[in-house]
């Protein structure tokens, strides 16, 4: 049994990883602002220790790394238009934090932080699949941002011999990704247009593409970055290695919930990538990662769990 923080672990992916540790048998604290989180994400999960607050308040980041072995840095505001509209709230959750949990989990010991990082970071690259090797090209704070904690971890290796590894996440989805914003995860934002009988909007004409990826497939890859020997100072994509457009999408949706409703387009959305495809060849070679959820798969599982959550009447953004 080891000690795991998850910071942001009251979130969408955090949530889930909390979860499984839990399910390992392993003592899980989470840390998170509540900004983006809820409670009631974590309400299933037995036995979580809970620390309320802001990481980029270093004292709540020295608190919160107290004791623990692993430390999977999740915490964020993980959205490119937000990050667009307010650069610097932005800036303040996902570097200014993320520079805090770095120096305090350094500090305190921990054995290895696995940091999120973002497929963002390779904005729009002349070849698919997207390399680690490629040069960055962020297209917005958002991108730019997580790129940066990125390099700070690979830094804090360099430099510290402190071990980091970033998993670069390619458009991660499934349940529990909360829908109440308009700055939700795109298949969040169908899903619930589809069940309520609404037509979803497209920003731009569609034909962009997503390596979209269940969250259980990104779970795996993160807990397996916690042990793999040589994966400390790595940037490794964790993704599907597939690509759909948002039209393809559309369709697939229609046709797993029985409603043919088409999109409302609207203007592309401003510092929006074209096209994201994932190589996992490295991820493969260094974690023996597989994705082992597949698309369609992992569509059916959240529509489910959205269809349950209407039934339950959950109130949309509840804590
Ligand atoms: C980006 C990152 C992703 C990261 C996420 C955090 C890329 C390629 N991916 O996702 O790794 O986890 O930020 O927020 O940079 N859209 C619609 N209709 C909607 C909502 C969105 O058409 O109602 C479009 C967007 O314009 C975009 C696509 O759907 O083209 C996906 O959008 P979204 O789900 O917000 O994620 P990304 O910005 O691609």
């Known amino acids: 049994m080891a000690s795991y923080l998850v910071t942001g672990g009251a979130g969408f992916i955090g949530s889930h990883l909390a979860e499984e540790l839990v399910r390992r048998g392993h003592r899980v604290r989470v840390a998170d602002s509540l900004i983006t989180g809820k409670r009631r994400n974590l309400a299933h999960i ?35 238009p937000r990050s667009v509209k307010d650069p610097i709230t932005s800036n303040r959750a996902n570097i200014d934090a993320s520079l805090n949990v770095l120096v305090a989990a350094r500090d305190a010991g921990v054995k290895r932080l696995v940091y999120a990082g973002s497929s963002s970071a390779y904005g729009n690259t002349p070849t698919l699949p997207k390399r680690e090797d490629m040069p960055a090209n962020p297209l917005s704070p958002y991108a730019l941002q997580k790129l940066v904690a990125e390099q700070y971890g690979q830094m804090f290796t360099a430099l510290y011999d402190f071990e980091v590894v970033a998993i ?117 070679m260094l974690l023996g990662y597989e994705p082992t959820v597949p698309l369609e798969e992992g569509l059916k599982h959240t529509l489910e769990w959205c269809r349950s959550e209407r039934a339950t009447s959950a109130v949309p953004g509840g804590r």
Do not use: W
Not at 62 to 72: F, K
Not at 241 to 251: E, F, T
Not at 266 to 280: N, P, W, Y
């Open 46 to 80: 037995p036995g979580v220790d809970f620390l309320e607050g802001d990481l980029a308040d270093l004292s709540l980041a020295q608190r919160a790394v107290v004791g623990m072995d692993y430390v999977l840095h999740q915490a964020a505001i993980p959205s490119v």
């Open 168 to 284: 670069r996440y390619f458009n991660v989805f499934g349940p529990r990704q909360d829908p109440g914003s308009p700055y939700s995860g795109v298949i969040s934002l169908f899903a619930t247009a589809l069940l309520e009988g609404r037509q979803p909007t497209i920003y731009g004409d569609g034909e962009q593409t997503r390596d979209f990826t269940y969250v259980a497939n990104v779970v795996d890859g993160v807990l397996r970055a916690c042990e793999a020997k040589r994966a400390a100072g790595e940037v490794i994509n964790v993704a599907t290695g597939g690509r759909i457009s948002l039209n393809q999408l559309l369709r697939v949706m229609n046709g797993i919930v029985g409603t043919t409703l088409q999109a409302i387009y609207e203007e592309e959305r401003a510092g929006d990538v074209k096209d994201s495809q994932a190589d996992i060849t490295k991820a493969k």
